[in-house]
């Protein structure tokens, strides 16, 4: 059920972080926040005020900049980078370190997706919580994974045979009382209950009404 073009999408803040020592510091370019762009660009049809940070491998660092995003009013923020267990890999525990809720499915997925592809995907750490009103998201570091991770993977025929995490984030926004976020079909197919769809040429979100899972 899709919303009538005469009805305006929510507009929506997303916070963006791509977490490398070497990209920071400018030894290579940094190929994270564009891959983010890109694909939540063509995924959501509201209009997105982007909130791009790059940062080192600092677990303080990333806790206040997590805070700040949050602060600012972003629904959602997603991190790219920092999830392995190396000893600089620090982006999970400066996650949970802001936590106010963590939401484990979401890093369960993540790891059934990377597992089609390599054995060790079993060593990513990615999270994901709630702190106040807004889901943080920690990604993989590569552009091709960060696709597979948030869009699910699909036969020949363009079927989804894994989904993507992405299809489970507009409602749990929906949820902790954010903005309606409406994807492309194409793209990312959301799921929401019934009980949770906006009712034609209604504005404003459904958050109050919407049945939790």
């Known amino acids: 059920m899709s919303v009538p073009a ?6 929506v803040r997303i916070g963006i972080v791509s977490v490398s020592d070497r990209a920071s510091a400018g030894v290579y370019v940094d190929k994270g926040l564009p891959a983010l762009k890109d694909w939540l660009t063509r ?5 997105i005020s ?5 940062i080192p491998d600092e677990q303080q660092r990333i806790s206040a900049t997590l805070i700040e995003l949050v602060d600012a009013g972003c629904a959602l923020v997603l991190t790219t980078g ?3 267990p190396a000893v600089r890999d620090v982006t999970p525990e400066a996650t949970l370190a802001v936590a106010h809720r963590q939401m484990p ?10 597992l089609k592809f390599v054995p060790t995907a079993i060593l990513s750490r990615q999270c994901a919580v709630i702190r106040d009103s807004s889901l943080i998201l920690n990604l993989p570091g590569q552009p091709k994974s960060i696709q597979e991770t948030l ?3 699909k036969n020949a025929a363009g079927e989804t045979i894994v989904p993507g995490i992405f299809a489970a984030v507009p409602y749990c926004i929906d949820l902790i009382s954010g903005p309606y976020l409406e994807t492309d079909p194409a793209v990312c197919q959301a799921f929401r209950p019934k009980s949770a769809l906006r009712t034609p040429g209604t504005p404003g979100t459904p958050g ?4 939790a899972p």
């Not at 005469?6 to 507009?11: A, F, G």
């Not at 995924?43 to 209009?47: E, I, Q, V, W, Y």
């Not at 109050?208 to 049945?211: E, K």
Request: hydrophobic share 30%.
């Open 82 to 84: 920092g999830t392995g």
């Open 50 to 54: 982007f909130e791009e940070r790059l």
């Open 208 to 211: 109050s009404s919407a049945r």
């Open 105 to 114: 499915g979401f890093g369960e997925q993540m790891r059934q997706i990377s």
């Open 151 to 153: 869009e699910g993977l």
């Open 43 to 47: 995924a959501l049809r509201n209009p």
């Open 6 to 11: 005469s009805q305006p999408h929510d507009m």
